[in-house]
């Protein structure tokens, strides 16, 4: 007499879970939804450095440093008294004129509409900021100097050029607080996002 052993019942296997199906999708999804966040990002990151440098290249004191195709050196800088005879046109009584003295030689290939294109700015250690040639700026006499980085007009109204290997003198003008100080301020020489200089600035120590 034989026992029949009854057979196991056939299970199916269990459904695969959407998740598991679909991992490989989910997992590119993700990639993709990640570089279309981070590259608007980092173009708008790059943008604001290039607008606001904010990497300091330091430059010692009248002496020359390299930056952006050019050699830099600062020569002097003056806070005019308030009643300088340089200062020829109205300025508020609160408020104080300083000029800031500059060297370039440009190297050999570089433009000098590369180098007209930079911007003076004045600092203190507060990070309170002053762009040169401001609204309120006076108009000024004395000795005449170009206050672009590369061309301008001299004494006699004459266009000058920078010319490579030769120093051109230029001059930036502020107006600033009465009652500031030049000791812990810092002269900047900037160029602008389509220049190649990527967030760095020259920074000179008055």
Not at 144 to 171: E, M
Request: one cysteine or more.
């Amino acid at each position: 007499m034989s026992i029949e052993i009854p057979a196991k019942p056939v299970v199916d296997p269990a459904p695969i879970g959407w998740w598991r199906r679909n991992t490989g999708w989910l997992i590119g999804t993700a990639v993709l939804g990640a570089i279309a966040i981070y590259a608007p990002y980092r173009d708008a990151l790059n943008e604001y450095r290039d607008r606001n440098p904010s990497i300091a290249i330091d430059a010692p004191k009248h002496d020359w440093v390299q930056f952006e195709g050019a050699r830099w050196r600062l020569i002097e800088a003056e806070a005019l008294a308030p009643r300088d005879p340089r200062i020829l046109g109205s300025l508020r009584k609160d408020a104080g004129v300083l000029l800031v003295r500059f060297e370039v030689i440009p190297d050999s290939g570089t433009p000098i509409k590369t180098l007209d294109t930079c911007r003076g700015r004045i600092a203190d250690a507060q990070g309170r900021q002053w762009e040169a040639g401001p609204v309120g700026l006076p108009r000024l006499g004395g000795p005449k100097l170009p206050t672009s980085c590369g061309s301008g007009y001299d004494a006699q109204f004459k266009s000058v050029l920078a010319v490579p290997g030769r120093p051109f003198a230029f001059q930036h003008a502020y107006v600033l607080p009465r009652t500031q100080k030049l000791e812990g301020l810092e002269a900047r020489i900037e160029f602008g996002p389509l220049q190649s200089a990527k967030g760095r600035y020259l920074r000179f120590k008055l």
